[in-house]
Each structure stands twice: as structure tokens, then as C-alpha cells.
């Protein structure tokens, strides 16, 4: 989801992104307002509908030549976007939600310096969270601390909000204009919140806080996004993070924590989920392609022991090392993997086995991460 115009007319804040595919082939769109008491949500055939009510109720002219990024929006944007995606699911309908909602913020003392570190949005995701806002401020307050001190950074304006809609575990919005802007903002991903323990946290908030650093110490003009993990970057990080190797790029880049077991399993217990079971003989690995990419998933063996929902995941290093990680490396063969239109070079793979071997051979970050893996279960074993 990139493209995503927003603007402000008066006291009118609004978004117009893409929806589902439409009848013939095009996409819809979703128009998202908020007037400050409540934020509405309707779905139009095309953008071009979508912008037409837009300036009926700005009453002035937009343009969708000029959108901005969201990573250049308040976070109360994002979180109505994450809401509007997953409530709005009829065309014409209008969808309302109460803008505290969304948007509640609760500001916490920090221990060392003035000021405040502003939590946006928790609200919103607190039945995941397998941490209170009470332990991620902790953490945060922390982690900044250390940040601070090891940079010489002059850090002030910290806002912490929380997404689900993106794979990332973190994010950085707008990473160099903290120095003029006073507002330095990061995102936690649900998915980290609910499965991984204080230090991954702690590792991601750093690796944030990292891309604020380098963009401010060292301004330029970014080309693309890719560039952001540069060799800059990575001394940064090296710095606060232990982890991270400065000379080996990968390291600075991925997001490498394992989930916690024991978290994962609570917060399944909170959520009453049926927890999944993870024998060779109760469920399967379905390889499928989604767009362009791999998708690995565990599902039950049959319909009628459906007892859990299907684990799904995006293919890299990290998530096929927790995939392994879930059997005896002496059961991997026993584990069969079924595949849904996934293209693979030769024989596809028929058993865990030999899809971490396929992906090994692959080569990429994703082999990298599981040489390294696997070379760790020899060592142990
Ligand atoms: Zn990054």
C-alpha cells in the first residue's frame, strides 16, 4: 500500500488510498476524514470518485498529483487508515469511529532529561500486546537513554504509535526532520508486541531510533528506500546494538529475534485461540505465491481436526528458522510440504527438509540466516 494522498483542508484531515480490485479490473478507493470528533470511511469505484467527494466536503480544489507519503503524516493518520482498511467493506457505505479512539494518547515521564515520550494509539491494540504500555515505556525510556549517551544525541519529541497493516516490525516516520520539526516518530508493529520478548523490542526501538540518528547527523537526499540500511547507518546501530556487525550490512538490516514461546502461548491463551500442534503428523507446510511472494504456512492435516487457524507467514530467514525451530531436526523429512503454485527451480521440495535446503541454495540473506542456523543446531546436537 504506497499510494496514499493525503491532505488537510481547514480543520478537515483526510486520506484517499487504494482499496480491493473493482468489478472491471480497476481498484476502488477509500476515502478516510476525520473532523477531530469522529473519523468516517467510505469506499468509491475509482480515485477519481473518491477525490470528487473529497472537495465536496473540503470545498476547495485537491490534486492527486501532490500526495504525500504517510511516513510524512501524524500517526493518527496511519492508525485511521489501519482501522478504515479493516472496517470498511462495502461500496457506498459510510463507517464511523470515534476519533479518541483512534487516537488517544497517553504521554509518560521520562527518567532522565525534560520532557514526555508520547504513546499514540494503544488503545487500539492492547488486547494483543503481550506487554503493558507500562513495560514498552519502560523499554523505550531505556533504550533512548542509552541511544542519547552512546550518540550524543539531543533527543526530544519521541511519539511511539503502533501498526498492523505493515510487515515491518518497526518503522521510522520521516527520519532527518526530528532536528526541525522537534517530533521524532516511531511505529511498533502488533506482531512484535504480541510474540517477542524486551529485547527484541528493545532491538527494534534502537534500529528506529538508529534511522532518525543518521538521516539527522548526516543529511541527504534520499533516491530510494532502499538505501536506508547504508554503511552510516550500521555504525549507528553498531554502537548501541552488540548484535550488529557494522562491516556486515545484513546484520544491521534484518530483524533477526526468534519469538518467545512462552509469550506466543499466553497471548494465544488471552486471545482463546486453539493453540496450533506442531507434529509431523497433525498438520502440513502449504508453500503458495502471493504476488510475487512466497507465503509458508502450517495447517491442519485434515477439515475434519480442524482445531486451529492455519499459521501464515511471509518467507525470509527469520520465519523459516522458526518453522525449523518447531520440529526435532531429526523429524524435518517427516514433515510434508505441500505446494500451491509456487514456481520452484527443479523438483519442488516434499519435506522441510528440503525446503531449507532449497532455500539455502537460493542463496540471499535468507540463506544466510538459516547456514547460520543450521550450523548452530550441529553445534548443540
Ligand atoms: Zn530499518
Not at 538521516?215 to 541527504?220: L, V, Y
Not at 547504508?230 to 549507528?236: A, I, M, R, S
Not at 516434499?350 to 539455502?360: M, N, P, Q, S, T
Not at 542463496?363 to 543446531?377: F, H, P
Amino acid at each position: 500500500m504506497s499510494d496514499i494522498y493525503c491532505y488537510q483542508a481547514g480543520k478537515v484531515y483526510g486520506a484517499i488510498f487504494a482499496g480491493p480490485r473493482n468489478k472491471i479490473g480497476g481498484v476502488c478507493a477509500i476515502l478516510v476524514t476525520n473532523n477531530s470528533v469522529v473519523w468516517s470511511a467510505k469506499m468509491f469505484p475509482s480515485s477519481r470518485d473518491a477525490l470528487d467527494e473529497a472537495q465536496r466536503r473540503a470545498g476547495c480544489k485537491l490534486s492527486l498529483d501532490g500526495y504525500t507519503t504517510l511516513s510524512h503524516t501524524i500517526i493518527q493518520n496511519r492508525l485511521s487508515i489501519q482501522w478504515a482498511k479493516k472496517a470498511v467493506v462495502k461500496i457506498g457505505k459510510v463507517y464511523t469511529i470515534d476519533a479518541a479512539k483512534t487516537s488517544k494518547e497517553e504521554s509518560m515521564s521520562r527518567s532522565h532529561g525534560s520532557g514526555k515520550i508520547a504513546y499514540v494509539g494503544f488503545d487500539l491494540v492492547a488486547k494483543r500486546s503481550a506487554h503493558t504500555i507500562e513495560v514498552i515505556h519502560e523499554i523505550v525510556d531505556k533504550a533512548l537513554k542509552l541511544c542519547m549517551s552512546k550518540w550524543k544525541w539531543k533527543a526530544s519529541g519521541i511519539e511511539i504509535g503502533f501498526h498492523t497493516d505493515i510487515e515491518a516490525m518497526g518503522l521510522a516516520y520521516a527520519p532527518g526532520t526530528g532536528t526541525k520539526r522537534q517530533v521524532r516518530r516511531v511505529s511498533l508493529s502488533v506482531k512484535l508486541l504480541e510474540s517477542y520478548d524486551r529485547k527484541s523490542i528493545h532491538r527494534v526501538v534502537i534500529h528506529e531510533f538508529a534511522h532518525h540518528r543518521r538521516e539527522e547527523k548526516w543529511p541527504r537526499t534520499r533516491t530510494s528506500k532502499s538505501d536506508g540500511h547504508d554503511k552510516l547507518f550500521c555504525e549507528t546501530l553498531g554502537a548501541v546494538d552488540p548484535l550488529v556487525n557494522p562491516k556486515k550490512q545484513e546484520t544491521c538490516q534484518f530483524f533477526s529475534s526468534v519469538k518467545d514461546g512462552s509469550i506466543v502461548a499466553n497471548i494465544e491463551k488471552k486471545l482463546g485461540k486453539k493453540a496450533p500442534v506442531w507434529s509431523p503428523t497433525a498438520g502440513n507446510i502449504v508453500m503458495s505465491l502471493v504476488g510475487k511472494r512466497y507465503r509458508i504456512a502450517w495447517v491442519p492435516r485434515s477439515r475434519a481436526a480442524r482445531q486451529w487457524k492455519p499459521i501464515v507467514s511471509k518467507v525470509y530467514g527469520a520465519t523459516m528458522i522458526e518453522f525449523a525451530r518447531r520440529f526435532a531436526p531429526g523429524d524435518w523429512k517427516k514433515v510434508k510440504v505441500v505446494n500451491q503454485k509456487c514456481r520452484f527451480r527443479g523438483k519442488p521440495p516434499r519435506d522441510l527438509l528440503g525446503l531449507l535446503l532449497y532455500f539455502i541454495e537460493s542463496g540471499g540473506s535468507t540463506a544466510r540466516q538459516l547456514k547460520e542456523y543450521l550450523a548452530a543446531v550441529k553445534g548443540t546436537s
